[in-house]
């Protein structure tokens, strides 16, 4: 074999593909690892901190979850915080602040009460918090006048904690994990930058040869694509995920000019919306200044903030009747028809900040357009899955596992939060092909609860 040849390549050089790296040369006896990044550095897209919510997203105040899935989202939490404390990145790249599901209205009073009874049970650290509480820890979601002296005339209730890690730079933890790969095992684990596969040929049963622009191609055992939306784009020239196309998803955020939450406050989740609902809460790289977000922006490209990408839009979303018939079932709704429409107007110079503000005093009453300003160069692309055999929109993780030793992940769910879960059943899958062994002891005594 050449030197470019490696028994696992990865592609990708985001959080999912450096969580792969690392649980690879740590926790495996694969003797070679390649990571192909096609950019400059790790994590310049979605994983970059100014790109995502910067959430451990455990589930316990994420009111779109069912008590099922946030059991999966807590085993996979609880990974990213023992990485962190494994390697004392606590107040370096993991952050403590107090978080909380707001309800507002007598609807979603309702709501949040019962929701906690039931899900303190997975979670016995979460309270429940009244008008008078949140008056201490979170008062301008009280109150609708900036002196603090009119309270809001809805009723409102929250469920929250101030005891858990509830943040992470993920560009950072890329950092961190493939660091620490490389000081794992005595391995081969080499990282690639500045390379762009174009395409991938399966040579033979055991062999794949990746192309890469501008350079020879590596050959690898085993392939794992975790290039966000480019995943699906990459399956597709191999002839796989053809039942599936592409709808880019941008999300953008409005920041405060001086501090306003002293925690996340999630608002309640409107099932009939695909797309997360607004929250605020203090951005790590802003001075704790408080970021609101994100709106939902369909945008013709795969890579925010980056140049092209458009014809690799058109060719993954891979446009049909099928997806005519998506688009139609979703806009024919009125909720979201309208949601649609009020995020791009979001995004409009000389309106945005007063339509946004509408929205986001429900979090914070006594918000004013002068307080906020549009966060340029913050939010990234989460590529949301379309399923042309079923017609619909598909929600939460997305991933072609071939059983033929290459696998294509999409937008994994609940985002960053489940790189290390989904790198946990990526290692199985690629130690089982290869006939090779990895301990699962450790792993999980290091990583799980």
């Known amino acids: 074999m050449s030197n470019r040849h490696y028994q696992v390549v990865i592609i990708g050089g985001g959080i999912s593909g450096s969580a792969l790296f690392y649980?690879?040369?740590?926790y495996t006896n694969v003797k070679s690892i390649a990571l192909l990044e096609k950019y400059e550095a790790l994590s310049t897209l979605n994983s970059k901190a100014t790109s995502n919510s910067q959430t451990i997203h455990i589930g316990d105040i994420e009111t779109n979850y069912t008590l099922e899935k946030a059991k999966i989202t807590k085993r996979t939490a609880k990974m990213i915080e023992k990485f962190c404390?494994?390697?004392?990145?606590?107040?370096?790249?993991?952050?403590?602040?107090?978080?909380?599901?707001?309800g507002v209205g007598k609807k979603e009073v309702a709501f949040i009460e019962n929701r906690y009874h039931e899900f303190k049970t997975l979670f016995p650290y979460l309270e429940l918090w009244d008008v008078e509480k949140l008056k201490v820890l979170e008062p301008k979601v009280v109150y609708v006048d900036k002196a603090q002296t009119i309270v809001r005339p809805e009723p409102i209730l929250a469920m929250g904690t101030a005891t858990q890690y509830t943040t992470v730079d993920y560009g950072k933890m890329s950092e961190a994990l493939v660091a620490e790969a490389q000081k794992a095992s005595s391995a081969?684990?080499?990282?690639?930058?500045?390379t762009q596969v174009s395409h991938i040929i399966q040579k033979s049963d055991k062999i794949f040869e990746l192309h890469v622009k501008d350079q020879e191609p590596f050959t690898a055992d085993f392939v794992i694509v975790n290039a966000g939306a480019h995943s699906l784009f990459l399956a597709h020239k191999?002839?796989?995920?053809?039942?599936k196309g592409c709808l880019p998803m941008a999300g953008s955020f409005y920041m405060t000019?001086?501090?306003?939450?002293?925690?996340?406050?999630?608002m309640v989740q409107n099932n009939k919306l695909p797309f997360a609902a607004l929250h605020g809460d203090p951005d790590i790289l802003a001075d704790g200044k408080t970021r609101f977000g994100p709106t939902a922006l369909m945008l013709p490209k795969l890579e925010r903030y980056k140049s092209g990408t458009y014809w690799d839009f058109f060719k993954t979303l891979n446009f049909d009747w099928h997806i005519v018939k998506i688009f139609w079932d979703l806009l024919k709704d009125s909720d979201i028809r309208k949601y649609v429409f009020k995020n791009m107007l979001f995004e409009v110079p000389l309106i945005n900040k007063t339509l946004f503000v509408q929205d986001a005093r429900k979090i914070v009453p006594s918000l004013s357009v002068d307080d906020i300003k549009y966060a340029k160069g913050?939010?990234?692309?989460?590529?949301?899955?379309l399923d042309k055999d079923k017609e619909k929109l598909m929600l939460g993780e997305a991933s072609i596992n071939t059983g033929k030793g290459i696998i294509f992940n999409m937008t994994p769910s609940p985002g960053a939060t489940s790189c290390l879960g989904n790198a946990e059943r990526d290692m199985q899958n690629i130690v089982k092909h290869l006939g090779m062994d990895y301990d699962e002891e450790a792993f999980l005594t290091e990583l799980t609860e």
Do not use: C, W
């Not at 081969?188 to 500045?194: P, S």
């Not at 191999?238 to 039942?243: F, I, R, S, T, V």
């Open 23 to 26: 649980t690879l040369s740590k």
């Open 378 to 385: 913050f939010g990234g692309i989460r590529p949301q899955v």
């Open 238 to 243: 191999m002839g796989y995920g053809k039942d």
């Open 257 to 266: 000019q001086n501090h306003f939450l002293n925690g996340k406050v999630y």
């Open 85 to 102: 404390l494994q390697y004392h990145l606590e107040d370096k790249i993991m952050f403590s602040h107090q978080k909380m599901a707001l």
């Open 188 to 194: 081969v684990t080499d990282i690639f930058y500045h």
